[in-house]
């Protein structure tokens, strides 16, 4: 009788705390399909409920920062910056995984720090690069740094995945006359597709969640990102909350679509490199 | 035995551009912290002059306990309260929901916060926080403390704490996450034979499960220090480091030093602080999983 009594109490204190992690979701899933005099009494406040798409609409085509424009500015920026990255990052990959070479260990070790340091390390010559390179406030200049930019965890997590891979068959394809080409794209490749899914949605998440670099090298109107727009709809003196979270909401329902439809190469991508499997 | 030139023809368009865009950026900006605007080397003047500077180290504000301390403190009290609390509540989620139904569900909603773009988790707080739409006031009404109602990201005493809060709750579903993968990987023997031995629960979670978890939490404390020193996004969007620099950060007083007042030197600076700090965090981290 003990036991269940604690039972009973761990379920209700998980539960609780789950329920306290949901309230601010919560509060801007409320915000933005509800009028702002209903959640200026609180938006737990349901004696009046009248839901309508109006912030949201607002959000889309707002006036000097409408969303959907930076919605095609991040697209266009993020599906790049995910797919080349994964392509030259797992290329690069298989030669740390299965090759030996003079500077194999330094080079390593390189791009092991490199994944630490904070994007502020490179911002004032990066800015004046991109400048030089005519790539300064350019989506596809801004696509490539973070092609760049993604490049050491992509290689530090997949040459992990490589390992795990049995080398018998990539020795029988070499023996059978495959080139070392042949043998990473044909072979490789295909069998690294759960890896390759982890990647994939974890720097997709990254880079359409990503700020200061567009912050930095994105500064026409019309080409802002979707989260530059965000500080921009906040507004001088009032706050019109409605909007506000109803563009955090459009902005947060991507990477939370990606998550539910990849949860299980999402949680591998994050705990991939901790635990080794 | 001839050379072979494949590993290198892999490993070179990754090379080139992580060279072009990131090694050299990198090192730009080191060099840059040591010269005068004009170009000359100056040694350590910059980091003199910036590590005086009432924004980096307020040392008024720390003797008389008032906000800001500077950006420096500010990233310190960042990680004294956000490290143990996230780390800690991470655990004993993930030690919790071994025995909870539908602990998927709980996982899955905790770890949202991971999935949040940190631009948005910004507006979060600061919509948490607000004096008539916030929540959290809501809950102060409930329980008798209406007169401390506020918008606590506008005030100086309470802006940092606000948003380290909130960065808690954006935070603790990396640490759930890696300590029930650590959890599920150690082995169910080892709990039954210690519970032959007549082990209580408590002596089995400090002499067998804390132990086993220790991979786990060198790399929980690693990640969340090196998200701790990189905050910028949340505290723009929240109270863009105010009210009067009262929650301002390294990463954002490097970015307001750059592009607002132009100091390249002086933002150099922050920025090489910032770098030298996150990889010493690495390389402990590094150092200690060689060792293993």
Redesign the interface.
Known sequence: MKINKVAILINVIAWAISFVWILPLMGILMASIRPYKEIVRGWWDFSEFNPSLTNIFNALYHPTAPLSKGIVNSLIVTIPATIMPIIIGALAAYAFARYSFTIKSYLFLTIVLLMAVPQQSIAIPLFQLMKKLGLLDSLIGLSIVHTAWGLPWIILFMKNFFATLPVEVEEAARIDGATDFQIFYKIVLPLSLPGIASVAALQFTWVWSDFFLALILIYSPDKLLATQRLPLMRGQYHVDWGVLSAASLIIIAVPIVLYLALQKYYIRGMVGWVVKG | MKL?L???F??L???I??I???????S??IS?SFLSPEGYFVGFDNYIRVLSRREVINYDGILKGYFPMGAIVHNAIWILIHLPLSTLLGLV?AV??Q???G?S??K?????????????GG??????F?R????VN?FLKAIGLGHLVRTWTMYPDTALFSLIL?SV?LWTG?SL??YS??LA?IPKEYYEAAKIDGASSMQIFFRITLPLLK??TT?VVTMTL?WE??I??IV??ATYGGPGGASNV??LL??FL??RSLD?NA??V???L??AL??I???VM?KYVVRK
């Open positions: 072979n494949t590993p290198y892999f490993i368009p990754a090379l551009l992580i072009i865009f990131v090694l050299y950026p990198i730009a900006t840059l989620l919790l929901l025995n909870v139904k602990s569900i709980i899955s909603i905790i770890f949202l916060g991971m999935v949040t773009p940190l631009i948005v507006i979060i707080i600061r919509f948490t607000d008539e739409v916030g929540v809501m909130g709750w990396f996450i890696l993968a650590g990987m991979p786990v790399t090196l020193l990189k910028f996004d723009y969007v390294l990463a490097m970015y750059a592009f390249f933002s150099s922050i920025a090489t910032l770098t996150t990889l965090v690495a390389i590094f």
